[in-house]
């Protein structure tokens, strides 16, 4: 089989090569029509192109690579903090000497699974690397469970998202539930979020699940949201009763019919304390004991990230000491809340896509004192999803009377503009200017010099955003 | 001073906390604001699973999108709790706005893996849950509105993501006539379906934030005045907004 792989692997990786030179914009005059080309490049796409030659070449590809992982892989799915708790799991693993293979570039599909495999690929046989450690789209995830026959499987969270593409929560639940119940899935350990329902669900199944979850009532909200989902009972269908909201629909639930209640957690959160859109600290307990967290990233939805990490490095037997350590030592990763510099203007990229992802946004940034100055960009490509929907699910009103001047830009620029006229940010507050370059221009020139601007991107256009950065010298190139 | 003065607009929306998937919330926003904007009071209560339905103390019954699970939920308790009530409140010439789900739900019948769910049947129409894509993408149609305030046709853009298709009969008056998208059944040209001030449409977006012309048409249906009759309003974000869902779409203001 190897040998028959290592010649795919190299007509892949010189594919690889082409499209990243296509890529360069200094080829990029040369040839001044790509679509002719055909080649996915640009705009986060030619990461993948590589990998999905390759599994074109040999459906087997990713199977045979990942089968090179002495310790096997480490999958993480959720709707929200996919990219954020790998990155958290990997300062972890590190730590304690595994050399990883990681999809850090976000690539998340099965042709950026086989890409980072074929990075990491050597002769004979080999790879480099001990454990893989990868983020799996939703979507794909039981697609890829029987391929990679993974050692650990972490579930994060599944909230709305992109309706139009991934379809109903309970679909996504039900296909997970049966990629779990499947040979491969069934030899996997599962990384569980206790506190969202129809994970705990798909956890509870006879199997050595590891839980993780918040306890901290003083965190509790005052209800579900209005756009919260999973309130009813997976089993019975009953509705759930809530003792505590944490985020969303996760919190501490029990279904007055059956009976069902959370899954008590071994790996969780206590006393946690936020610090706007800054860092956010808590108590971390674990069957190894307890320590002292202090993340620099901020909102609940952090600390849920962090436990999934936490709980992940668990299984693996990492320290506890390391474990904290590897935690703290994480800064953000792009657009999640990462603060960077532009004409001298201290910007926050906070990355917002679905609306429960975009509610902790808005409840970590209202969080943080005094007016705001925004700038906000939504994009209806198929990454970010065609429905626009959303936005009016997000609970924008959390920031009227606190914007001294909103932007909106993207390719639904007026639509989000419209949104936060209709969430009572006053109108003459608001501003639309379509094209990026501009909006990004009169976002910085605007409002208070002196204070931080908050930058609200969804998914592709915080790619355009880095782009645009990274153009003007303001951004590290390490970035792509 | 506007006429509006006069009024309120009572609005009960149903099961908003299972029928509210495609941001359903927007609607009721949009509603509520340009009320308010307009000095017309706004009440807005709502009327989940088990509970009974007032057919005569509302202006507006609003129903909107879910999951399957929870479209079967609402469907037995439509039939349990709230058919009289609904059939009386379009009598007396409400309005009943059914977006999505809501829309398959106001129609006869919805079959649906081998179940049939009765509908309310308040709109001439039957739904199936047939094998095939979903019918999913930005949608733009155009209506004819018997209203003097309203000048010819005019174009409501939104998106639609539907397995079901809609079938009307004969008798069906369609709401709309698919400019872009696919419509009721993705065949035959025609979008939603509307009988006197029963309204149904698989347009969300949410439908009316995109729409506002429309949000004011029916608002002042619900109130049973005319729409010139209502003041006008700032509408310029309106408007863009409006243009940029249409271009979407493909169809250029």
């Known amino acids: 089989m190897s040998r028959m792989l290592a010649p795919k692997l190299a007509l892949a990786r010189a594919a690889g090569t082409v499209s990243r030179l296509l890529a360069d914009r200094r080829f990029r005059g040369l040839l001044a029509d790509r679509q002719f080309l055909r080649l996915p490049i640009g705009g986060g796409g030619g990461t993948s192109l590589p990998g999905k030659l390759l599994v074109r070449m040999d459906q087997g590809a990713i199977s045979s690579l990942a089968a090179r992982l002495a310790r096997g892989s480490a999958l993480i799915s959720a709707t929200n903090g996919k990219t954020t708790t790998a990155a958290l799991a990997a300062s972890v693993i590190e730590r304690a000497g595994i050399g990883l293979v990681h999809n850090q570039a976000g690539a998340n599909m099965a042709g950026g ?49 992109q309706l139009d593409r991934y379809g109903e929560l309970d679909a996504i639940a039900d296909r997970w539930g049966a990629a779990l119940g499947s040979e491969a899935g069934k030899r996997a350990r599962l990384v569980c979020n206790a506190d969202d329902p129809l994970l705990a669900d798909l956890g509870r199944d006879g ?44 919190g501490r639930y029990r279904c007055p019919a059956c009976g069902q209640r959370r899954p008590s957690p071994t790996v969780h959160a206590g006393e946690v304390e936020l610090e706007g859109v800054r860092r956010a600290r808590f108590l971390l307990t674990t069957p190894e004991g307890s320590a002292r967290v202090q993340l620099a990233l901020p909102g609940v939805y952090n600390v849920y990230n962090a436990l999934a990490a936490a709980a992940l490095a668990i299984t693996l037997e990492i320290p506890l000491a390391t474990i904290v350590d590897g935690l703290q030592a994480t800064s953000a990763a792009f657009g999640r809340a ?46 970010d999803g065609h429905d626009v929907s959303w936005i009016w699910d997000a609970d924008f009103e959390l920031l009227a009377g606190r914007v001294r001047r909103a932007v909106c830009s993207g390719t639904r620029a007026p639509e989000l503009a419209l949104r936060l006229k209709y969430a009572g940010v006053q109108r003459e ?38 782009e645009l950065l990274v153009r003007r010298g303001e951004a590290s190139s390490s970035w792509q | 001073m506007s006429p509006g003065h006069n009024h309120t607009l009572r609005v009960c929306a149903l099961y908003p906390d299972l029928m509210n998937i ?59 709790h ?34 049939t769910l009765t509908g309310v049947g308040l709109l001439p129409a039957r739904t199936v849950r047939e094998p ?28 639609e993501n539907h397995g079901g298709r809609t079938y009307l009969e004969p008798s069906a008056t369609p709401l709309g006539r698919v400019l872009k998208g696919h419509g009721n059944d993705g065949r ?23 729409n506002a012309w429309f949000a004011d048409w029916l608002i002042a249906t619900a109130l049973g005045i005319g729409v010139g009759e209502l003041a006008p309003l700032d509408d310029e974000l309106e408007q863009q907004a409006h243009r940029s869902a249409r271009r979407a779409a493909g169809i250029a203001a």
């Open chain 1, 338 to 383: 990462e603060t960077v510099s532009i004409a001298g203007r201290e910007t926050r990229i906070l990355l917002i896509k679905n609306p429960a992802g975009a509610n902790e946004v808005l409840r970590t940034l209202a969080l943080e004192p005094g007016q705001h100055d925004l700038l906000g960009v939504l994009n209806d490509r198929t990454a």
């Open chain 2, 132 to 159: 095939g894509a979903r019918l999913i993408g930005n949608v733009a149609i155009d209506l004819a509105l018997d209203d003097p305030g309203v000048d010819g046709p005019r174009v409501l853009a939104g998106f």
């Open chain 2, 22 to 80: 495609y941001a359903d919330r927007g609607n009721l926003l949009v509603l509520e604001r340009r009320c308010v904007w307009r000095g017309i009071g706004f009440e807005l209560c709502g009327s989940s699973l088990g509970e009974e339905l007032d057919g005569a103390g509302h202006d507006f019954y609003y129903i909107g999108g879910g999951q399957d699970r929870d479209q079967r939920l609402c469907a037995e308790d439509l039939h349990e």
């Open chain 1, 207 to 250: 199997r050595d699940t590891v839980f993780f979850g918040i306890e901290d009532d003083s965190l509790s909200l005052p209800g579900l949201s209005h756009a919260a989902d999973a309130k009813h009972c997976r089993r019975c269908g009953a509705p759930y009763e809530f003792e505590a909201v944490y985020l969303g629909h996760l």
């Open chain 2, 188 to 210: 035959s040209g025609y979008e939603g379906a509307r009988a006197g001030n029963v309204i149904g449409t698989y347009l969300h977006g949410p439908l009316l934030p995109k």
């Open chain 1, 113 to 161: 699974i086989a890409s980072t495999l074929l990075d990491a690929a050597r002769s004979h046989g080999r790879i480099a690397g001990e454990l893989g450690l990868f983020e799996v789209d939703e979507f794909w995830l039981d697609r890829l469970i029987p391929q990679l026959a993974p050692s650990a499987i972490v579930l994060g969270n599944l909230f709305r998202d």
């Open chain 2, 82 to 115: 709230k058919h009289e009530a609904l059939h009386e409140a379009a009598r007396r010439g409400a309005v009943v706005l059914g977006v999505c789900g809501g829309y398959q739900l106001l129609g006869t019948s919805y079959v649906l893996d081998g179940d």
């Open chain 1, 429 to 466: 507050r608001i501003e639309v200017v379509e094209d990026l370059t501009g909006a990004l221009d009169t976002a910085i020139a605007g409002g208070d010099s002196h204070e931080p601007l908050y930058a609200l991107p969804t998914y592709t256009a915080m790619l355009a955003l880095r």
